[in-house]
């Protein structure tokens, strides 16, 4: 591996991980890379396009009209497919309830993990995901597995969902929520699992700021050897 940093963030849906992720890649400048993106806007291409999921031959097909960039605007990540910002496309439901079963396809897991570990070979980078500290990078320094309650998960996703969906309901985001957590941990591909050296942050009851402070502390020994 080389000398760069690498800090992988595994978790469930709605914890946070793209928060602190965030956060963390900003105070330290290093690159954010949302996995999590990458997986929605190939779902979206998949939905598009009436990709069937059973059918290996036009999934590896879709696969390679699938080109997925990031930049960097305002220290906020955007997601182009095929050269359309999808950033905020990818955030709604249709993708929502779809991606654990696009993702949960052997095929497109490792082409997009080939991705990930291309972007992490000569960056420091902070990665947020459901495999990173297990299969993507399982060498990284800093390991975190976040988890929170399912209730408190279900309410932050709802009142992130409002403003573009007012019709959504807090039962239809709980629900929605507690069936990619069963297909997330259950799937035969990469399932979501802590690595045996990732750090737990439960942030039910945490600011941003303190789940922050959490991971720099964490942090620290490896910046200073650095």
Request: hydrophobic letters at 40%; one cysteine or more; proline letters at 4%.
């Amino acid at each position: 591996m080389s000398n760069n940093i690498v800090v992988a963030i595994d978790g469930y849906s709605s914890c946070g991980k793209s928060t602190l992720a965030k956060a963390l890649a900003k105070k330290l400048h290093f690159i954010y890379v949302d996995s999590g993106a990458m997986y929605r806007a190939v779902t979206l291409y998949f939905l598009r396009n009436q990709v069937n999921l059973k059918d290996e031959q036009q999934v590896a097909l879709a696969l390679q009209d699938v080109h997925l960039n990031f930049h960097s605007r305002d220290y906020e990540t955007h997601i182009t497919l095929n050269d359309e910002e999808v950033s905020d496309e990818i955030r709604l439901m249709p993708v929502s309830e779809n991606v654990s079963a696009v993702s949960a396809i052997k095929l497109v897991r490792t082409e997009m993990v080939k991705q990930q570990q291309r972007m992490g070979q000569s960056e420091n980078i902070v990665m947020d995901g459901r495999d990173i500290g297990t299969m993507v990078f399982p060498e990284a320094q800093l390991k975190i597995f976040m988890t929170a309650d399912p209730k408190v998960r279900a309410e932050r996703r709802h009142k992130e969902l409002l403003p573009k969906n007012p019709e959504i309901t807090l039962e239809e985001v709980f629900e929605n929520l507690a069936h990619r957590d069963y297909a997330d941990t259950t799937r035969v591909e990469s399932p979501l699992i802590r690595a045996e050296d990732a750090i737990i942050l439960d942030n039910t009851n945490l600011t941003p700021e303190q789940q922050l402070q959490f991971a720099l502390d964490k942090l620290a020994p490896f910046l200073n050897n650095g």
